[in-house]
């Protein structure tokens, strides 16, 4: 029986805080038996079967005979990453916005432990092709009196507030399609046109207005274009046109000054974002924004972007080009899209993962971008441009449904298990055919890989190879896996999780590694049996990960009631896989369960609590040593 709020505060028995100061043991010590998330989309004929499916764990062990190796090198690293996701076009925020599925599909797009993880989205400032209508921020000539993001506050900005909400590394590059109309010489939003040299330094104030009002709601911006498509003169969407030397000069005597001097001396400035090949050749606009006069901006340009159109294949290459003339530069890949001119999801996949994805990325790229986020069954809405574009989603609001598209799990599966701020780091790939693969360093010391079959006929078997150990996968043709394991939230650490009431340390019954398998309490050992990692969601909320399976602690049912049993089963996302650690201090903490409110707890533990194998269920919090628990590093 469950005595609740009534157990005596005694404590039965309490280990004693310990300070273990041990050697690390060797790379192969620490790889063996380290268990692998792993999560799979899996193509049939044109079609996509399993969808970013978590399935179960594999783990690292002795290296089998299998000949085809990904060999996974920690210790060459490359660029840092900035993020992955899309465009919250016009378009594509009215859409999510008014969407009777609001909610899930912002989960489903931000969310890192139910959705794909996206942390960075890029943002027009103003119209788009993909609008509703074409505006600026002051339509007004010929000062900025009326500037005003009022239209964004409609819609956009709510849902940039929800999904910063939804994942806390969320970042925003910002970028104009076109100035106000009264500040090119055209006197018109679409067609091109040049900025008035009168009305550089007013223009730069715009963006620092910009920058205030978006501040002002809580959405900081991390980085700014210049301008979307500097060499795009299209009349029936704004645009504006620039040359390598107009954003050389607006950058360092004007726009970058303007930031500092308001204080924004930390948003980083981006020019070209426009393709890799330009005139029938690799793009030099980029280069000459960095050597234009005297190389003026060098210092105030942080780096350059790209978009995929009207380029042969494989034109990322030219990204390293650019990374060798000035490796001290970013390179971020902004922008491609999909439509109904290719059809196949499966052959969509494949291709956007091999051009848009893993090639900008082993050529210096730290992002990557799909176009819009959203569009409607219609390829809209918008005011020009592409016809037949397809978004991420498509989101139906006639019916009040929305469908993910195959676009959406490309850039997942990358989201998924690659955090802000991680690395790339140096692993095997293969020529088209083969297995193809990037690697990535998270900075709370987790390694993610993702690995695309690029055979379009067989399944291909490959073993990943890593500090001395390695486990086998098979992928079917056209289809991609992620995987990710070792670290923690808590900077790559593993720990015992310890009851203030018994002492005893939460382990998994057997050991066993099935889903299902009872978690109970058992006198602490050193086995990974009993170690667990805080692996991040959002809120505050973590999973807490099986070093031995690479389960999580799970609430069966899952069931809000009191004595509910805890158990591991792999992971879902599912919010009773959820929990919150909030400090009791001197060392202890309760652990919250996000579906339910309640805490861990260690049943009947003052009256059996010396007998190995007592449960843990959940329990409404009743401030008792039972409910308590320590974190011991190990």
Known sequence: MHMGSSRSRSIKSQLATVVLVCALPPASAMAAGESVQVWLTTTSGNSLSKKLSAEPAKTFGPESSTPTAITINEATTYQTIDGFGGALTDASAWLIYNSPQRNAIMNDLFSIGSGAGYNLVRLPMGASDFSRNSYTYDDTCCDLNDFSVAHDTAYIIPLLQQARQLNPELKIMALPWSAPAWMKFNNSLNGGGYLRNDLYGTYANYFVRFLQAYNSYGVPIHAISMQNEPHNANSTYPTMQMEASDQSNFAAQNLRPALNNAGFGSVKIIGWDHNWYDNGGPAGFPHEVMSHNNSQARSAVAGVAYHCYESPEGSYSVQTTFHNAYPDKEIHFTECSGGDWATSQAGNLEWELQNNIMGPLRHWARSSLYWNIALDPNHGPRVGGCTDCRGMLTVNNSTGTYTKNEDYYAWAHLAKVVRTGAVRIDSTTQADGGIQTVAFKNLDGSLALIALNSNDGSSLTFKVRWAGQSFDYTLPPRSVASFKWG????????????????????????????????????????????????????????RIVSRYSGKVLDVAGPSASDGANVHQWTSTGGTNQQFKSVSLGSGWYRFEARHSGKVLDAADCYTSGNVDGGNIQQWSWSNNDCQQFRLEQM
């Open 487 to 542: 670290g923690s939230s808590s900077g790559g650490t593993w720990y015992r999780i310890i009851n203030k009431a018994t002492g005893r340390c939460l382990d998994i019954a057997g050991p066993s590694t099935a889903d299902g398998a009872n978690i109970h309490q058992w006198s602490c050992h050193t086995g990974s049996s009993q170690q667990w990692a805080l692996q991040a969601t959002d809120n505050g909320y973590y």
